[in-house]
């Protein structure tokens, strides 16, 4: 797997405790096998040893745990930085049709199953792998026909349970995408505090909710019934055999009393064994839900990439449009537009609702391919995704708050900034805001302690901190005071080497402009 490459110390040590604690596991029959073959005398010398490795082997197991968790915290973070980054790769049009809280969901139940394979799954194959093998040779020398019986038991559980894994995994890609689709049904209900607090009881919640919640832990009992079902049935298989064969080994003992220590030994060694052949039921689950999880991450996340040019734009001097054609999911739109644009532009992006005003804009920044656009004579095509975003800014009335400081949300993760934030603060775009907060100030989530001109003025902020060659405004000063409004144009005006484009549904903003896009 992709994902769990790079962790080989962490797989060479749990490997090396492993055995250690497998063969540890093994020692009170290895060594009753050992007496009764050497015709030793069981003394209270041997009796301390058996005591000494079952305290070792428990406290290998807990070194074991400890190492472990202490393992989870990076290999989480950095498998879960490696998944959101291939999520953010994915095409535009792909992240709406997912959509995010959906895709959130499903990666994280990926990152668990990955975890839970490296640090259990791997544990059991090879641990109990181990445990195995060295009671199938034990059981032969007891007798030949014994260590045949058990060698026989391993393909029927296995041949069992690759039946039901292929079977489960089926219903665990419905179930994933089942829970992940009712979360994100629930999830929309309550993020919006206003709606949810306007009414009067839960009831209503309650009715929109239900059916979601049904729909989870119906599909769970569902897979839980056939999971826990089938591999009963394969559980009480094994019983039958252990009960038979330690049947037989009684009688034997019962007619020789020579072989009475096949039958000691056999009775340590049977649960030993048949614990260890039932944990790679839970390994046949956990190896299910690995596989739907790598399958939806190659299918929908990196199968579902978006390209990128190779040529990279060190800046904006000039953007070329020509008869252009941009590709909506299976749709297309084409664009009569033949104009070019160099920095100290304003142009007024003018047209009808539904005209493709906020599409072309979004086709500059390569939210969905196009064609008829250069940079500097470069189509954009060629131009990386990466170098292109840095020059170009895109700015909408839908807006990111997070659940921080004031400060924090105009740096958005940036560390590095160097933000005059004396001269910032007294600005005409902050000093409004900061007059009843200050940089400090702790945001509720989507901003809830903010007007709408409070949240837009934080945004705009943002995007000037690490100032664009190409600035995107599309309907930022909807909805707001006209005060914040003139605030916030004339603050970005100020940038006279930028290229500026405005969409607006208020028609006195294209005396600012200075262009104009008719569509």
Known sequence: MTFIKGQTRFIVLTAILTIFNALITLITPLLLRNIYTNHYQLNYQTLRLVVGCMIGSFLFQFILLIFRENFAINFNLETSK??????????????????????????????????????????????????????????????????????????????????????????????????????????????????????????????????????????????????????????????????????????????????????????????????????????????????????????EIIGNSEQSGQQSLQSVEEIKMENIHIEIAQQSLNLSVNQTFVPGDVVYVNGPSGAGKSTLMKALIKFRKSKGISFNGIPLENISNSSLRKRVSYLSQDNTLLPATVQDNILFGRLSVDVNWQKFSHSRLLSPLLTTKDLDSILYEGGANLSGGEKQRIVIARALVEPADVLILDEVTSNIDKQAADDILATILEATDTITFIISHDKSHRQFCTKEIIL
């Open 82 to 299: 490696t998944l959101y980054r291939k999520m953010f790769e994915m095409t535009y049009d792909k992240l709406l049709t997912l959509e995010p809280t959906y895709l959130v969901n499903r990666l994280l139940e990926a990152v668990i199953v990955f975890y839970q394979f490296v640090t259990s799954s791997f544990v059991t194959i090879l641990g109990n792998g181990l445990v195995v093998l060295i009671s199938v040779i034990i059981f032969s020398t007891i007798d030949s026909v014994l260590g045949v019986l058990m060698i026989l038991i391993l393909p029927i559980n296995y041949i069992g349970y690759k039946v039901i894994n292929q079977k489960l995994q089926q219903k665990s890609a419905i179930m994933a995408d089942n829970n992940a689709r009712s979360l994100k049904e629930i999830l929309t209900v309550f993020k919006n505090t206003d709606y949810l607090k306007q009414e009067s009881d839960f009831t209503t919640i309650e009715t929109i909710i239900t059916p979601s919640l049904l729909n989870i832990y119906e599909k769970m009992a569902d897979i839980n019934k056939f999971a826990r079902g089938t591999s009963l049935s394969i559980e009480l298989l094994n019983s039958f055999f252990q009960n038979l064969l330690f049947l037989w080994l009684a009688l034997a003992a019962s007619q020789n009393a020579n072989n009475l220590p096949n039958l000691i030994i056999a009775s340590v060694l049977f649960p030993i064994y048949f614990n260890a052949v039932k944990s790679f039921s839970s390994v046949n689950l956990e190896f299910r839900n690995l596989k739907v999880a790598h399958e939806f991450i190659n299918n």
